[in-house]
C-alpha cells in the first residue's frame, strides 16, 4: 500500500521536478568542482583560472543563453580547462544547465 502511494506520487510529480532535478545532478557531478555549488567558483580550480562568479548579475547581463549554450557545448576559446560537453551531455542537458546558471541565486550587486 505505502509502495504504491509512493509510486503515484513520484509519477505525478516526475513531470514537474524531473528537468530541474537533473540539471542539479549533473551541475553537481560535472560542473561544481570548478564552478562552486552556487557558481561562484570559490574552488581551487576557481581561483587558479580565474573562473567568473556566473551568479553575479553583471555577468549574467554580459552573457546571453546563446553564448552560455556555446562555452558548454564547444567549451571556452579562452581557456582550455573549460572543455565542450558536447559529446558527454545531450542539447537538452546542456538547454537544462543554461537555465540553471540563469538560476543561480545572484549575487548583491557591486556598490559602484
Ligand atoms: C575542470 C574545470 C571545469 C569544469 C569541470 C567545468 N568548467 Fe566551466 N569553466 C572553467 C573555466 C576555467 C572557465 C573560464 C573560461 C574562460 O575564462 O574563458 C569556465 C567557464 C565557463 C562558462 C563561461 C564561459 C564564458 O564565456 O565566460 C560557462 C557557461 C561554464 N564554464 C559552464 C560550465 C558547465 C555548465 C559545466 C558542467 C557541465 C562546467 N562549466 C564545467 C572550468 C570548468
Known sequence: MKTRF???????????VYAEDTSADIWKAKCKSCHGEDGKAKTK??????????????????????KIRDAITNGSKDNAKMKPFKDKLTPEQIDGLVKYIRDLPETAAPAK
Open 45 to 66: 580550480m576557481g581561483e587558479k583560472e580565474k573562473i567568473p562568479d556566473m551568479s553575479n548579475p553583471d555577468w549574467k547581463k554580459r552573457h546571453s543563453d546563446e
Open 6 to 16: 509512493a509510486l503515484v506520487l513520484a509519477l505525478s510529480l516526475s513531470a514537474t
